[in-house]
């Protein structure tokens, strides 16, 4: 099993761009979530799945929108990125027993 | 709203120490709590964890004991090696939806 993965690894972009944000999982997880971590403030939680076709808000959405049209796949947009959208993002499912797996990370620099 | 309350970092031992790293939590119900590790470019990873009071988690020599009565699960290791330099975050899951609840994370560096 590869896990979580996630890509790019790091991306530079200016502000008002877009880009996606591209999470998998091949553990058959129903649940996926999508955090930011900045420094100082943890890891907070922008969106989540509970399953296919279903999604909902976490603490810090705004700027971001998300889709899970598969089991396996849950890409977060930026739709017009800005400075304050600078951080580190993770992706994240839940397996049994409520243990998360996370994905290695997506370093964004918005311009 | 459920909240963690890690001890701030960073905190610096040297090797075979012994290491505190104190959790505190608010919560409805009965949370399942939690400890993750996050080495240096990396993301988290499970370290220990436990689903009911009294219980506790180990693992790699790290222990925790869910204590209901001073809402605390504090992270203790006897003897702390340079490998386990990295962040620690305290979580908890409770409440609707189950969302996960992250502490602040606490650095922790090992000096030979």
């Known amino acids: 099993n590869a896990g979580v993965t996630q890509t790019p690894k790091f991306q530079v972009l200016k502000t008002g761009q877009s880009m996606t944000l591209q999470c998998a999982q091949d553990?058959?997880?129903?649940?996926m979530s999508w955090y930011r971590q900045d420094p100082g403030m943890g890891l907070r939680l922008i969106h989540y799945?509970?399953?296919?076709?279903?999604?909902d808000q976490g603490e810090v959405p705004n700027g971001y929108n998300v889709s899970r049209s598969t089991t396996e796949d849950f890409p977060l947009r930026l739709l017009s990125a800005a400075p304050s959208q600078t951080s580190v993002y993770f992706c994240?499912?839940?397996?049994?027993?409520?243990?998360?797996?996370f994905g290695p990370g997506t370093r964004l620099l918005v311009l | 709203g459920n909240s963690v309350t890690q001890m701030e970092g960073p905190v610096t031992l040297s090797e075979e120490a012994f290491l505190t790293i104190n959790c505190t939590y608010t919560?409805?119900?009965?949370?399942?709590l939690f400890w993750y590790v996050q080495y240096p470019g990396e993301g988290l990873q499970l370290l220990l964890k436990?689903?009911?009071?009294?219980d506790k988690g180990s693992n790699k020599g790290f222990e925790a004991t869910y204590r209901k009565e001073t809402t605390s699960f504090h992270l203790e290791k006897g003897s702390v090696q340079v490998s386990d330099s990295a962040v620690y975050f305290c979580?908890?899951?409770?409440?609707?939806?189950?969302?996960?609840?992250f502490g602040t994370g606490t650095k922790l560096q090992v000096i030979p």
């Open positions: 994240a499912s839940r397996g049994p027993q409520e243990t998360q797996y």
């Open positions: 553990m058959n997880h129903e649940y």
């Open positions: 799945s509970v399953g296919a076709g279903i999604t």
């Open positions: 919560a409805t119900g009965y949370p399942s």
């Open positions: 436990a689903t009911k009071a009294d």
């Open positions: 979580a908890l899951i409770s409440g609707g939806y189950q969302k996960v609840t």
